[in-house]
Nanobody, 128 residues
Framework: VQLQASGGGLVQAGGSLRLSCAAS????????MGWFRQAPGKEREFVAA?????????????NYADSVKGRFTISRDNPKNTVYLQMNSLKPEDTAVYYC?????????????????WGQGTQVTVSS
């Protein structure tokens, strides 16, 4: 299994970025996908998660950290095996390395320990 995160960069406060996470070696629809981030000197923290497709109305439902609600949107394209994180109204405190992770048939956990596979991370820097 490989998760390849991309799309990070340097942006001014108030700007937008879209991160992508391309998955290989797994069937994306069977995995809850999460985004986490880690700022220098801080612990890794949950950002957003999108639930796996269990054939019910819960498929693809999302949850977010309070700090990003209303600004970030997680989405997924299962046929393309890709997950996205659209980040709008970025703030300097959003600066971090962003990681995508997969959790087989997971329940959108906010705990990093629940996730099985991790991407390598992509740096997001927001200048004030």
């Amino acid at each position: 299994v490989q998760l390849q995160a991309s799309g990070g960069g340097l942006v001014q406060a108030g700007g937008s970025l879209r991160l992508s996470c391309a998955a290989s070696g797994l069937t994306l629809s069977r995995h809850t996908m999460g985004w986490f981030r880690q700022a220098p000197g801080k612990e890794r923290e949950f950002v957003a998660a999108s639930r796996w497709d269990d054939g019910t109305t819960n498929a693809g439902t999302a949850n977010y950290a309070d700090s990003v609600k209303g600004r970030f949107t997680i989405s997924r394209d299962n046929p393309k095996n890709t997950v996205y994180l659209q980040m709008n109204s970025l703030k300097p405190e959003d600066t971090a390395v962003y990681y995508c992770a997969s959790d087989y048939r997971g329940e959108r956990s906010t705990l990093s320990s629940e996730y099985d596979y991790w991407g390598q991370g992509t740096q997001v820097t927001v200048s004030s």
